[in-house]
């Protein structure tokens, strides 16, 4: 690359004008990376941030009125999405046993299934292997035993925080978070899940019996 010179120049100037050429050129440059999303990446942040900045807003005009300000007020909002996640969790739960019976019924032409039917699929999974479902079947029939032996008459259409409200029963509680874990919350049953369910709403339903 030739680099034109000036007679009155220094040999400092000169240097620092080659400098400066040779830095100039393109293999001292990378060249930009093209981003064909970044529009759209940005479109979509801003439709999520103006939620948010509402919610933010809308806390900040509440605080000033509510003693405690800002946390107190984001401290009931958690509370209410807590609350609503577990009332559609178990909601979940009681509608995926009623159809878990209800295509067992189908499937067999027979009328809605008793705590007996309900304990012999539970056996009948126990045995095969299944042990997952033995313990969903254990628990629908441990439900059904509640209103058969009219403890908790609704209890096979109640979700468990009612039936734990009607009970007052810290082993049942135990049993419902028990079957949550396993039938919701991804983890795998073993051979003492099923013994211990079966043992405990046995014990369950006898002390209500004689309660």
């Known amino acids: 690359m030739a680099i034109s010179t000036d007679a009155g120049e220094g040999p400092a100037a000169l240097a620092r004008r080659q400098a400066q050429a040779i830095l100039a050129e393109s293999r001292f440059h990378v060249a930009p990376i093209p981003r064909p999303l970044h529009g759209v990446l940005h479109a979509i942040g801003a439709l999520l941030e103006s939620p948010l900045n509402a919610l933010e807003e809308l806390v900040s005009g509440l ?3 509510t003693p405690g300000g800002s946390f ?3 401290a009931v909002l958690a509370a209410l999405v807590l609350a609503l996640s577990a009332l559609l969790s178990a909601r979940g739960a009681r509608r995926a046993l009623g159809e878990l019976g209800g295509q067992r019924a189908s499937r067999q032409g027979e009328s809605p299934l008793t705590a007996a039917d309900l304990e012999r699929e539970a056996l009948a999974a126990e045995g ?3 042990h997952g479902d033995a313990v969903r079947w254990r628990f629908r029939a ?3 035993r509640l209103s058969e032996d009219e403890l908790v008459a609704d209890a096979p259409s109640m979700v468990n925080a009612q039936v734990s409200r009607a009970l007052h029963s810290q082993r049942f509680d135990t049993l419902a978070r028990r079957f949550d874990e396993i039938a919701y919350g991804g983890r795998a049953a073993a051979e003492e899940d099923v013994e ?3 043992r405990e ?4 339903l006898r002390s209500e019996r004689d309660g």
């Open 201 to 204: 709403w046995s014990e369950l």
């Open 72 to 74: 107190t007020i984001w």
């Open 63 to 65: 605080a000033s009125g």
């Open 142 to 144: 441990g439900l059904m």
């Open 128 to 130: 095969a292997g299944r």
């Open 196 to 198: 211990r369910s079966r």
